[in-house]
């Protein structure tokens, strides 16, 4: 399974990015999906997940301001940020669950990207 980001960059406050994740070497699109972030000297921490059906599951801090979608036939994984605050400023990860339901903990993930970075300047 390889899971590559992209859409990462720089923008000011009260910006928007769009990162993408397109993932190959699986044909299973049941599993949940989700995007992950770790910030310098933080822990790894879940921003968003969504099941195959397209239910999402969003961390208190992005509702309202993140968009998660999937595109189960093109294995891809989007992540529209608006309202770019300095505390969304981290590395972003794509990961693929071990289970159907989903739960915004590292532990329930097992394929990982490589990350793309996110810096949101004030």
């Known amino acids: 399974v390889q899971l590559v980001e992209s859409g990462g960059g720089t923008v000011q406050t009260g910006g928007a990015l769009r990162l993408s994740c397109v993932g190959s070497?699986?044909?299973?699109?049941?599993?949940?999906m989700a995007w992950f972030r770790q910030a310098p000297g933080k822990e790894r921490e879940g921003v968003v997940a969504i099941s195959s059906d397209g239910t999402p599951l969003y961390e208190e801090s992005v509702e309202g301001r993140f968009t998660i979608s999937r595109d189960n036939a093109a294995n891809t994984l989007l992540l529209q940020m608006n309202n770019l605050e300095p505390e969304d400023t981290a590395i972003y990860y794509c990961a693929r669950g071990k289970r159907q339901y989903c739960v915004l903990s590292s532990k329930y993930f097992g394929d990982w990207g490589q990350g793309t970075q996110v810096t949101v300047s004030s």
């Open positions: 070497g699986y044909t299973d699109n049941s599993y949940c």
